[in-house]
């Protein structure tokens, strides 16, 4: 541990400025306008981790943007970990209420500001890093592999081909992942499962073009209103979703479980404060810690249908449109649940009005081991870094890409993360500690040490 410290305080400066590089490239996965710049940025991830001493680089093509690879085979006898992690961000909108710009890291009060400081560049960043220690300290304790990926932002749909036809190229013991959360650095905890995800985009249509409000209005069916009262009825009061067969295969938890899970530290007042909400919301009959780690939900993503420039405009609108994602829980399967909301959400549309529903991306439910040799490792890296034993969590967000090492690599996944929920992914001002930062690349080491030595 002395040694580690010692390195990362003499590299402080360097890493951060590497990671500054890193959150300066825009790639953004999901906007064609920024291909170059994603493209630019699997080349820098590329050499760094030729820089940091892997062997074998390759920014492997896709159907979309590719893959970065890189491993360091010390010895065969030696378990191997896989490290996972994705160099693509979202879209940095809306931009006016960034206090700084999205792709000009800039740091306030110990937090990198960036968009992908936490998700995930700051993230796997870690592992580059700690893998550049390991490296010029002679403390490589296990053989490792890198997959950086650059689609994970929008459903990582060439990943799954790349896996299946480097299924050799791959193998390894687990797959190691930082881009989930903490509960707090004085509460360390490991997410210790993931929801699956449906994501459909639906269409409401009326009469062939936008019509005179007063003309037609009160006689022709309203997409907008259409579109607002079917999406409003897919919750009933108590918030249970009404799509039957929704519940179906959705495994309940035991009461031991479910106070496990409740025993977490969670603060509801400081949540809603954070949140500045008067009250929290949701499923009738479960706490907020279970309505986001072990229950499925359905929310609109996005909804727009005639006119939002200024001033006023009467129109009738032709057309109504929503994004709507649905988020779940084992033993769920994101094709069956896409296929009961587009029979449901056809079936609830009035006549005067035609619906199409087009399923997007997807990915399956996990729910990771809290016993193998893996977690134990991850354990015992955090009580040694940390002083304080991790408390297995429940995450809310999704990686699609783990239930997939699971069923075409047979390799179990340990979700290694260091962000906290209050870090704004996906939002404005995202941010990671740099104290994070740091913790987490001392932290890595002694997991790589760990899961050699328990794997003897
Ligand atoms: N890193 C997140 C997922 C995450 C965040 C898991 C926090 C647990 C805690 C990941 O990059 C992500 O945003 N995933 C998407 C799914 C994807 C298919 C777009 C998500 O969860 O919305
Ligand atoms: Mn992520
Ligand atoms: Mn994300």
Not at 415 to 423: A, P, Q, V
């Amino acid at each position: 541990m002395q040694e580690i410290k010692k390195y990362v305080e003499e590299n402080k400066e360097r890493f951060l400025e590497e990671l500054f590089q890193l959150l300066r490239f825009p790639s953004v996965s999901a906007d064609p306008k920024y291909k170059n710049d994603v493209l630019q940025t699997a080349d820098f991830v590329a050499q760094k981790l030729k820089d940091a001493g892997a062997d074998k680089v390759e920014v492997c093509a896709t159907a979309g943007y590719p893959i970065v690879y890189g491993e360091k085979i010390i010895d065969a006898s030696l378990p191997t970990v896989l490290i996972y992690g994705h160099y693509d961000v979202q879209p940095p909108d809306p931009l006016e209420l960034w206090k700084t710009p999205p792709f000009e890291p800039t740091v306030r009060d110990g937090k990198i500001y960036a968009r992908g400081a936490c998700d995930d560049k700051g993230q796997f960043y870690m592992h580059v890093k700690a893998f550049e220690l390991m490296m010029q300290t002679n403390t490589l304790a296990c053989n490792v592999k890198f997959m950086i990926e650059g689609e994970e932002e929008v459903g990582s749909s060439n990943l799954s081909t790349f896996v299946k036809e480097n299924k050799e190229r791959l193998a390894a013991d687990v797959v190691l992942i930082s881009d989930t959360s903490m509960i707090s650095m004085e509460n360390p905890s490991i997410e210790t499962g993931l929801r699956g995800l449906a994501y459909m985009e639906v269409e409401v249509v009326g009469p062939n073009r936008d019509l005179h409000s007063g003309v037609y209005g009160g006689a022709v069916a309203n997409p907008a209103t259409i579109l607002c009262k079917m999406i409003a009825s897919l919750h009933d009061e108590n918030n249970h979703i009404t799509i039957p067969g929704f519940y179906d295969k959705v495994a309940e938890l035991t009461q031991a479980q479910r106070d496990a899970l409740n025993s977490a530290p969670f603060d509801l007042e400081e949540y809603k404060k954070d949140l500045d909400i008067a009250e929290e919301w949701g499923e009738k009959g479960y706490s907020t810690l279970e309505r986001t780690g072990t229950r499925p939900t359905l929310e609109v993503n996005g909804i727009w249908s005639g006119y939002i420039g200024e001033g006023a405009k009467t129109v009738l609108p032709s057309k109504a449109n929503a994004k709507i994602s649905m988020r779940l829980v084992p033993d769920q399967r994101w094709s069956e649940i896409s296929d009961l909301f587009t029979k449901h959400f056809e079936s609830i549309a009035p006549k005067g009005v035609k619906v199409t529903v087009t399923p997007h991306h997807g990915g399956e439910p996990v729910v990771t081991p809290t016993d193998g040799t893996a977690y134990l490792a991850a354990e015992k890296a955090i009580q040694e870094s940390f002083g304080k034993k991790p408390i297995p969590t429940r995450g809310g967000g999704s990686i699609p890409i783990v239930a997939l090492f699971e069923d075409v690599l047979g390799i179990k996944t340990v979700l290694f993360g260091f962000g906290l929920d209050s870090d704004a992914l996906h939002s404005p001002n995202e941010k990671y500690d740099i104290y994070n930062y740091y913790k987490g690349i001392e932290t890595l080491p002694l997991f790589h040490k760990y899961f050699a030595e328990l794997s003897k």
